[in-house]
DNA sequence: TCAAATATGTTTTGACTCGATACTATTAAA
DNA sequence: TTTAATAGTATCGAGTCAAAACATATTTGA
């Protein structure tokens, strides 16, 4: 059984791979390199740096570190020195980087694949994966990456939606982005 | 929701290639060349050629028949020329290489995570990628690669199980492999 | 029948990935 | 104030990958 499912996971990814590497191709981009930049689009400000990107595509520092590098080169994201913390650099999406993802991530035949499931199947489909990757992450004792709003340390007070381990206040906006800080 | 399913798969893909990784460590076996060799051992007589790796994997015939030409150094599979058609050679996966799939594939965390599963999730999740697998397919006009005995070729007739494209006679094993001219 | 087209597979080349290691700079801890 | 830990970069060598060229074997078709 666990031979089946790893198997279609296995699968689905060579497939994304391969569209992935496709659609890369206008500008150049690796597979990796697109993952970082997707990655970097959808979480927020306190995990936005080389370390959280590492740890969120399970690589060693030096290898994102030149992925980066690519990114910035090809003007799809930027750097900006943390004011607090001078060893922080923080990684932002330029307009650029976030135009090729809104025309490339997800692949479009992925996208029409997922269509022609039904609407529950599609929810029943997530919240399974969200299990088991859930439990994958427990299993292997990475770091989780979570959506803030999800998370134990997000707290709505009546002065606002608030982050109980930096203190910080939140938007709406903030609420819907990945945090590698994320705990339940 | 599309973006919530790539993201899942991809963050599962992850996580699966980085434990692989260290699977694959003690033989020195990268990655794809342990997908190379699963494959191999789930496929069935017609599917066993280095081009049926290719579109498994998705890849192109050259950088295949490297990593084949890895296994083969490894003694983890042999060759074997095809009788009739003198092109074509056969892949077998040695009793090493089973041993080793043994021992390394599905990855132990990942089964552990499956088995925090219910059986009726598991069973669940499995038919619904499976669902999105063959959409995903269709979609990008692949070969299919399905289990034999699922095959719209797949003859049972009082003489035995028969396929219907090669005439050939299967037997109860057989017809439990990956074929790739499988067919709905 | 026999040349052209097609199919299976290998080899080589160059760009890129990746882990490991060594390194710099900044902050935290003792 | 040393010492340790954290964030990040640079370099190296082994390996992946696509593309192209190549070698054989089979099929097609005039």
């Known amino acids: 059984m666990n031979d089946e499912l790893?198997?279609?996971i296995e699968r689905l990814a060579n497939l994304l791979r391969q569209e992935t590497r496709l659609e890369g191709l206008s500008l150049g981009l690796q597979p990796i390199q697109q993952e970082a930049l997707y990655y970097l689009s959808t979480c927020n400000r306190y995990s936005d740096t080389t370390l959280a990107v590492t740890e969120f595509l399970g690589l060693t520092k030096g290898t994102v570190?030149?992925?980066l590098k690519?990114?910035?080169n090809k003007s799809l994201i930027i750097r900006q020195k943390d004011e607090k913390d001078k060893r922080i650099t923080h990684l932002k999406v330029?307009?650029?980087g976030q135009a090729f993802l809104a025309k490339t991530c997800p692949p479009q035949k992925f996208s029409s694949a997922v269509k022609n499931l039904s609407t529950h199947e599609q929810d029943e489909t997530k919240d399974l994966l969200y299990k088991l990757l859930n439990n994958y992450q427990?299993?292997?004792g990475r770091t989780a990456f979570g959506v803030c709003k999800n998370c134990?340390?997000?707290q709505n007070t009546p002065e606002g939606i608030r982050c109980g381990l930096t203190f910080e206040t939140l938007s709406l906006d903030d609420v819907k982005l990945i945090c590698k800080e994320y705990s339940t």
Chains 1, 2 share one sequence.
């Open 70 to 72: 690519v990114l910035e």
């Open 6 to 8: 790893f198997n279609l």
């Open 138 to 140: 427990e299993v292997t």
């Open 94 to 96: 330029t307009n650029s």
């Open 152 to 154: 134990k340390f997000n």
């Open 65 to 67: 570190s030149q992925s």
